[in-house]
């Protein structure tokens, strides 16, 4: 479990410089009785069958699979309570244990504001797409991650899937075993308010909808009104597009 851990961190490290410091979020708490309404007892809603040619299940609906300490503002209000929390994906919940009891208990993301993971003393902000503006409609109010603030802000959501094992003796893949499937995608956000699905660096997703690939092209695209500086920064290296170097870019706007 700790080994997850570490790989989420190295996955997300260059993201730190765009995240706050984690004593913002550490000023005022509020009791946990001001968000019951709002929770209820945690629960699993996966139900597996077993056979002989069943081998388990690969992966987790969670987005850590670990309680992670947090600071979590419930809708509504303003101030954090500080819990150990995950985020299960497919549910869009937050898991999170009562500091009173210990039960592990559940608040849907329509009553969530924002959480913030610390983690080796570096912080995570997680909010949720309600309100937000999608070229193409996100489904369900999800959680993502803030990679960049506003003006232009720009957004990392993570999705899961549930794949169940292919036993069935005529169409056998040799696949025996359930699996959660995780897919990231980053969405910019124009000059409107409006968030477009980006891909980095030659990356390609098996995804439901199809995002342009990032190319200077693609990215004027989103800012019209920024072609000119867009064409002349990117005309080295064109095929090079990383996250860092588009917010550079975009500092200049």
């Known amino acids: 479990m700790k080994s997850f851990l570490i790989l989420f961190i190295i996955f997300f490290y260059f993201l ?8 913002v979020y550490q000023d005022g708490s509020m009791g946990l009785e001001n968000i019951k309404s709002m929770v ?4 699993n809603s996966f139900v597996h069958t077993y056979d002989s040619r069943y081998e388990g299940v690969k992966g987790t609906p969670n987005l850590f699979n670990s309680l992670v300490n947090s600071y979590l503002m419930g809708s509504g209000q303003e101030k954090y309570i500080q ?5 299960d994906i497919l549910r869009n919940t937050v898991v999170f244990r009562d500091p009173a ?10 009553n969530v504001k924002e959480l913030v993971f610390n983690i080796y003393d570096k912080d995570f902000i997680y909010r949720t797409t309600r309100g937000l503006k999608f070229e193409k409609k996100i489904k369900e109010n999800k959680f993502y991650q803030v990679v960049r603030e506003e003006p232009y802000r720009l957004i990392m959501i ?10 069935e003796p005529t169409f056998n893949s040799g696949r025996h075993f359930d699996e959660y499937r995780t897919d990231r ?5 124009d000059f409107s308010g409006v968030f477009h699905q980006v891909i980095f660096n030659n990356i390609t997703y098996d995804c439901m909808i199809h995002p342009s690939r990032l190319n200077k092209k693609e990215l004027a695209k ?3 009104e920024k072609k000119e500086i867009i064409y002349r920064a ?13 917010l550079s870019i975009i500092d200049t706007f």
């Open 158 to 167: 993570t999705f899961k899937s549930f794949v169940k094992a292919d036993d």
């Open 222 to 224: 989103i800012y019209p």
């Open 234 to 246: 990117l005309e080295e290296k064109p095929d090079s597009i990383t996250i860092e170097r588009i």
């Open 185 to 189: 995608k980053y969405y910019l956000e």
């Open 101 to 110: 009891t210990g039960i592990l208990m559940e608040i849907p993301s329509d």
């Open 40 to 43: 209820k007892p945690w629960g």
């Open 16 to 23: 730190n410089s765009y995240s706050q410091k984690v004593n």
């Open 83 to 87: 819990v150990e929390s995950d985020i």
